[in-house]
């Protein structure tokens, strides 16, 4: 049986889903990146909980279909998702062209946008003064990919926010 690749992104949910064969008591794993509040974080009892899981939960009682949740690095998802480690990803992800070369998308559910994030009073007014300067972002991600178009390869950094300073996230 061919195996369905799916990814559930904030940007989007499928028919890609409602179109998996859901086998009585079948268990689909899925993975998601639990540090996205309120998309998908974990709870004190260490439950992935969120928008995402809410939606996963529910497209699975609807379709008859259980799923397992593995809180899996952002770096990791797709990889997952590729070697069969895991058969869903829902995590926030952007449907761009060339994620779609390689995955299914759902229909968009949430419409999520690029921002810059600056302390107060900064003199960085807009995108173009980001020009030289420390940009922090997630790996892979489409912020990594806006810096990297618009300043090149160098500009976009990523690390934990604590160790390093940054002009903007």
């Not at 949910?13 to 899925?30: D, F």
């Not at 995402?52 to 279909?65: C, L, N, R, T």
């Not at 069969?84 to 992800?93: L, T």
Request: aromatic share 8%; hydrophobic share 40%; proline share 4%.
């Amino acid at each position: 049986m061919l195996k369905l690749k799916t990814i559930i992104s904030c940007i989007g949910l499928s028919a890609a889903i409602i179109a998996m064969p859901a086998a009585a008591e079948k268990t689909y794993t899925v993975a998601t990146d639990a540090t996205f509040a309120p998309f998908e974080s974990l709870s004190k009892n260490r439950e992935i909980v969120g928008f995402d899981a809410d939606i996963i939960k529910a497209v699975a009682a609807k379709q008859g279909f259980k799923v397992k949740m593995n809180n899996t690095p952002w770096e990791g998802l797709f990889v997952s998702l590729n070697n069969g480690e895991r058969d869903i990803v829902i995590a926030a992800v952007t449907i761009t062209p060339e994620r779609q070369k390689s995955m299914d998308f759902s229909a968009p559910y949430f419409d999520a946008k690029q921002l810059i994030v600056v302390k107060e009073n900064s003199p960085i007014k807009q995108f173009s003064d980001l020009k030289g300067k420390k940009v922090g972002v997630q790996n892979g991600t489409t912020g990594d990919t806006v810096v990297q178009k618009q300043f090149g390869k160098n500009q976009s950094k990523y690390s934990p926010l604590r160790k390093h300073h940054f002009s903007a996230i």
